[in-house]
T-cell receptor
Framework: AQSVTQLGSHVSVSEGALVLLRCNYS??????LFWYVQYPNQGLQLLLKYTSAATLVKGINGFEAEFKKSETSFHLTKPSAHMSDAAEYFCAVTSPAYSGAGSYQLTFGKGTKLSVIP | DADVTQTPRNRITKTGKRIMLECSQT?????MYWYRQDPGLGLRLIYYSFDVKDINKGEISDGYSVSRQAQAKFSLSLESAIPNQTALYFCAISQSGADEQYFGPGTRLTVT
């Protein structure tokens, strides 16, 4: 079984400030982890993914995330927020090594809406 | 052209009506998925298909059915729509189970 918890359904930051969106996962086998972004009235777009290589993953638009196994976390960060970062962000987990029912399913967190204040 | 297209983009229907949402892809991926998105609940998996002959129920399949007409086409049907099926529906594709999923633009369905 696998699950994702995103802390904070809404996060507000000032333009130019650090963005930190939190994601904790639960998985019985080594996970693959993803961050997706959804802009208003659009589908989901992949920001970055962790697939058991480097623990610090760099994505598009200046975002990065660090896989910390000891903390079961995969928090998303960006050093300086831009107005265009305002969107909803989803963390997701899949467990490719799990062969039981539900294998290869992507489980999403409930999302965090990021607002950027001018 | 978009990799994943969904039709219709918006639909309003009445309780009890049958409705079909269609998804098609141009990437040649084997795996296709249907999700629904509700505010505050994230995305939940309805059905997924690994190939034309392999269809599996997801977390919330009750009240829905699917058809994989071809590798590139995966349709979602609501046999008798009810108001709590009002949601945003997304189709997604992937090369394999461990790969990223590519999402369509979504269909906003309202059941009155």
């Amino acid at each position: 079984a696998q699950s994702v918890t995103q802390l904070g359904s809404h996060v507000s930051v000032s333009e130019g400030a650090l963005v930190l969106l939190r994601c904790n996962y639960s998985s019985s086998v080594p996970p693959y982890l993803f961050w997706y972004v959804q802009y208003p009235n659009q589908g989901l777009q992949l920001l970055l993914k962790y697939t058991s290589a480097a623990t610090l993953v760099k994505g598009i638009n200046g975002f990065e995330a660090e896989f910390k196994k000891s903390e079961t976390s995969f928090h998303l960060t960006k050093p300086s927020a831009h107005m265009s970062d305002a969107a909803e962000y989803f963390c997701a987990v899949t467990s490719p090594a799990y062969s039981g029912a539900g294998s290869y399913q992507l489980t999403f967190g409930k999302g965090t809406k990021l607002s950027v204040i001018p | 052209d978009a990799d994943v297209t969904q039709t219709p983009r918006n639909r309003i229907t009445k309780t009890g009506k049958r409705i079909m949402l269609e998804c098609s892809q141009t990437k040649g991926h084997d795996r296709m998925y249907w999700y629904r998105q509700d505010p505050g609940l994230g995305l939940r998996l309805i059905y997924y298909s690994f190939d034309v002959k392999d269809i599996n129920k997801g977390e919330i399949s009750d009240g829905y059915s699917v058809s994989r007409q071809a590798q590139a086409k995966f349709s979602l049907s609501l046999e008798s729509a009810i108001p709590n099926q009002t949601a945003l529906y997304f189709c997604a594709i992937s090369q394999s189970g461990a790969d990223e999923q590519y999402f369509g633009p979504g269909t906003r369905l309202t059941v009155t």
